[in-house]
């Protein structure tokens, strides 16, 4: 993940997994850092995949009735 300015957030967490957390020594701000990225991605993901599906519908009818472009020169 490229570094970028910080900027402080208030969150509202679980008071059992913060305790957790905070006895297990865990930079609370780096892995709410890292869950909320992760959820960017997987959301990007989903929203392209709905944005295309469309798309990727008819492409994948073109394969079902026409096969794979060049599959003849396929080697595996």
Known sequence: MPTSARKAANLSLDSTLLAQAR????????????????????????????????AIRVYNEYIEKNGLPLDEYRTF
Do not use: F, H, M, P
């Open 23 to 54: 006895e297990l020594d865990i930079n609370l701000s780096r892995a709410a850092e890292d869950g909320i990225a992760k959820a960017v991605k997987a959301e990007r993901e989903r929203r392209w995949l709905e944005e295309n599906a469309e």
